[in-house]
């Protein structure tokens, strides 16, 4: 079965500061991966997503993520934050087989606070 | 009406109501999701509708009733919910199912007393 770890539940960063947010999934084959940002009383948004290709995907934002097969990862990052990028991020692992082809499995999520 | 829209925004019900969740996506797709958002715990997916049939149903309990008239709309029937079924409920879409991303509404919160 399909699964997402985000370690972090709540990062608090500096306005200006670089951001990493962690993401590990569990997938038996080559996964689709996604990022997708909630901000107080709204639906999610997509940051991103990758499904194959270049490892390094660039986002909407300025957000960027970088699938690692080898660690299972798929972090999200910013090199400087702006105080309105402060909400609750969620990774997300799809799968395209099976019995549970189009789910997609969200992790618990990471609340980012930005400090001025 | 652009994206994917959710109506009621809030919702307060008791257990012995009979209330709909409705949910309508403007982008032309074939495949839609309803979600439950709880505190403290990660997206629920609870029904995927692909071009109209349902195609999956996670272990929900019978006092959710999905529907889906067309691939435009999708709703949620609940009736004799208990105060755990307090949540936020997204409805998202998608091009076609298990591909691409997915397009969620703003939610709707729903409190049952």
């Known amino acids: 079965a399909q699964s997402v770890t985000q370690p972090d539940i709540h990062i608090t960063v500096s306005e200006g500061a670089s951001l990493e947010l962690r993401c590990n999934y569990s997938?038996?084959?080559?996964?689709?991966l996604f990022w997708y940002v909630q901000s107080p009383g709204q639906g999610l948004q997509l940051l991103l997503k990758y499904f194959s290709g270049d490892t390094l995907v660039q986002g909407i934002k300025g957000f960027e993520a970088e699938f690692k097969r080898s660690q299972s990862s798929f972090n999200l990052r910013k090199p400087s934050v702006h105080w309105s990028d402060a909400a609750e991020y969620f990774c997300a692992v799809g799968s395209a087989g099976g019995t549970s082809y189009g789910k997609l499995t969200f992790g618990q999520g990471t609340i980012l606070t930005v400090h001025p | 009406e652009t994206g994917v829209t959710q109506t009621p925004r809030h919702l307060v019900m008791g257990m012995t109501n009979k209330k709909s969740l409705k949910c309508e996506q403007h982008?032309?797709?074939?495949?839609m999701y309803w979600y439950k958002q709880s505190a403290k715990k990660p997206l629920e997916l609870m029904f995927v509708y692909s071009l109209e049939e349902r195609v999956e149903n996670n272990s929900v309990p019978s006092r959710f009733s999905p529907e889906c008239p067309n691939s435009s709309h999708l709703f949620l029937h609940l009736h004799t919910l208990q105060p755990e079924d307090s949540a936020l409920y997204l409805c998202a879409s998608s091009q076609v199912r298990g591909w691409g991303e997915q397009f969620f509404g703003p939610g709707t919160r729903l409190t049952v007393l």
């Open positions: 997938y038996g084959a080559t996964p689709y």
């Open positions: 982008l032309g797709h074939n495949a």
